[in-house]
């Protein structure tokens, strides 16, 4: 590779190129924002400046990237009043009072001068590893949901779970050689993390047949694999519920997953961002891995556990305020004070999404002025979730050559299409692969932008996409209706 400065046709070339920068940035793919979602912005952009002419949609919807605010979820009205108040402080002043009173109920008023104390300034740096009683806060949550201790020091406060991932994967990947076990399909920061960090993904397959199931099974051959080719597997990487396959594993599941851990001497990478998203909790309620490995006794003490979770799923859907925590279980002192030298490296996690990462795990109780409406909104949320998450993957299912498993949890349809021959043919003079030519269709067609099965690995010669379920329910039949007359359209044109 060049690192000199050449000239170009006479031009002298930039110091810095495209040839010439870190190759593992070059390497990184990250299809949620990809191709699909470039040409999304480019339509967005030509309505919005010739109107909608010549288009046969009358906006474009972005199913591309779990992003609830960005198709209308209202954010939850607590939250947003004590981060009000927070914002300007000036309005707990007592020439205010009266007027801030009759506009915002007294928990939200209370709830917002506790925490201001906390936190002293909100336009200050805070603590690297976050604010300590917002850590606390985090602990009493975590203790309420596991029933087990969690411990303020051991939780680490992050801009959006993302990035929590990736100071974790960083401290693991210690040489190019170091592989780290993904699922197939995965959420892409994964890939994307690993290409980042020169490290090795070792993709282990979830089974499409099983409701995207987990066997230990093919754990044991992927990792053999790996290993057999000279890769140190140090970790392995589990979404539950998943992304983009809605599975919630099971409790028996679980304790077989850390088993195998155990036994293989992996580090355990535990995404449970969607730990609120999860539809069937009677027969797949949702269960952390720190709870799963502290039932399991002393024997698992020494157990390695990274546990990650995010305000910007669950009901709450606040993605743009980058709020997250990570926790960790069994892991040395001094490689947790290495995260805590990374961390301060990036001075600390924004105080909006700290603020927000609060609210989420110290929600209004019962008996709080505020409860009856935080309760009344993230039920009708979570009802409207269920309701929608049905009925797309009914219309998956009733659609021509598509199968599409139902989500546990999560915010997404992963449904897999059997492409006729001559798509395929089609897709490949156009330079495209055969799920990304669907996928640009449809949105050309529809306005809908999905992401490619691609994207998120699939097996070979199967294909897919990946579908929110978030537009808003009263525009859902006929977003419903919209895929179904593409997919009928696209099937006419194609059919073999
Ligand atoms: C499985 C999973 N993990 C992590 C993230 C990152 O979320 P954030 O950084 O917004 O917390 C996402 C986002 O979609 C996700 O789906």
Redo the contacts with the bound molecule.
Sequence with gaps: MSTVTPKVEGKKRKLLHHDNINPHVRRVKYA?RGALAIRAEDLKTAIAKHGRNGFTFKKVVNCN??NPQQLEQKPITFFRQVASLIDYPDLLLPENQSKVEALYPPDAIERARRLLKQIGAIGAYSHSQGIESIRKDVAEFIEERDGYPADPNLIFLT?????G?QNVLQLIISHSNVGVMIPIPQ?P?YTATLALYNGKPVPYYLNEEQDWGLDIAELTSSLAQARSKGVEVRALVI?NP??PTGQCLSEQNMKEIIEFCSQEKLILLA?E??QANVYYPSQRPFHSFKKILKSMGPKYNDFELFS?H????GLIGE?GR???YFECTGIDPKVVDELYKIASVNLCPNVHGQVMVDLMVKPPKSGDPSYELYEKECKNIYESLKRRSAKLCDVFNSMEGVTCNPAQG?MYLFPQIKLPQKAIEAAKSSGQKPDEFYCLAMLDATGVCVVPGSGFGQKDNTWHFRSTFLPPEELFDEFCGLLTKFHKEFMDKYRD
Excluded: T
């Design positions: 949620v990237i779990g801009q959006g779970a993302s990035q991932i959420y920061l979404l998943g992304n995404d961002v969607y990650f995010s305000i910007s799923k993605c980058r709020g997250g999560a």
